[in-house]
């Protein structure tokens, strides 16, 4: 288990922060953007969709 004598000490990890924090950023990045993608893809299928069952009503 990991004991910190202050904030300041549990933001540097040890000498491992900028590792240890940018990983958390990399990740969040990540998630976000794939989020964000998921969500674009969805509503152009959904607008595809829409599209093809009006043109297919209208034959």
């Known amino acids: 288990m990991f004991y910190w004598s202050?904030?300041?000490d549990f933001l540097q990890m040890g000498g491992y922060a900028l590792f240890v924090w940018g990983s958390y950023v990399?990740?969040?990045m990540?998630?976000?953007?794939e989020i964000a993608l998921l969500r674009s893809r969805n509503k152009a299928l959904r607008k595809t969709l829409v599209s093809?069952?009006?043109q297919s009503q209208k034959n």
């Not at 990540?30 to 953007?33: F, G, N, R």
């Open 30 to 33: 990540v998630l976000v953007i």
């Open 6 to 8: 202050s904030f300041s």
């Open 52 to 54: 093809e069952i009006r």
């Open 26 to 28: 990399v990740t969040i």
